[in-house]
Nanobody, 119 residues
Framework: QVQLVESGGAVVQTGESLRLSCAAS????????MAWFRQAPGKEREFVAA????????YYSDSVKGRFTISIDNAKNTVYLQTTSLKPKDTAVYYC????????????WGQGTRLTVSS
């Protein structure tokens, strides 16, 4: 089992930057990849970015490509999401997920951290 704890959410202004963190613990050796998803009020959870556990490959949704950067610190078992040029439409609860099977099925989730971008 893997436990994930997100942090770093806040209320920011349009155009600002913020770094979100996701600390993993437990069966770390089972993790193949990590991802960030987000869920805005009244909307379904959507994919934001993913990274393999070695940090060699990253993937982004079109909506955040060029503005967000996912990275990993294997020594701290922590994945980061650096956000820049934030927009009100980025307002959501951000969740990190872990792929434990190598199938890109991010079935293990944290509790989420809330990011609010005010205009």
């Amino acid at each position: 089992q893997v436990q994930l704890v997100e942090s770093g959410g806040a209320v920011v202004q349009t155009g600002e930057s913020l770094r979100l963190s996701c600390a993993a613990s437990g069966s770390i050796s089972r993790i193949h990849a990590m991802a960030w998803f987000r869920q805005a009020p009244g909307k379904e959870r959507e994919f934001v970015a993913a990274i393999d556990w070695s940090g060699g490959h990253t993937y982004y949704s079109d909506s955040v490509k060029g503005r967000f950067t996912i990275s990993i610190d294997n020594a701290k078992n922590t994945v980061y999401l650096q956000t820049t040029s934030l927009k009100p439409k980025d307002t959501a609860v951000y969740y990190c997920g872990a792929d434990l099977e190598g199938t890109l099925d991010f079935g293990s989730w944290g509790q989420g951290t809330r990011l609010t971008v005010s205009s």
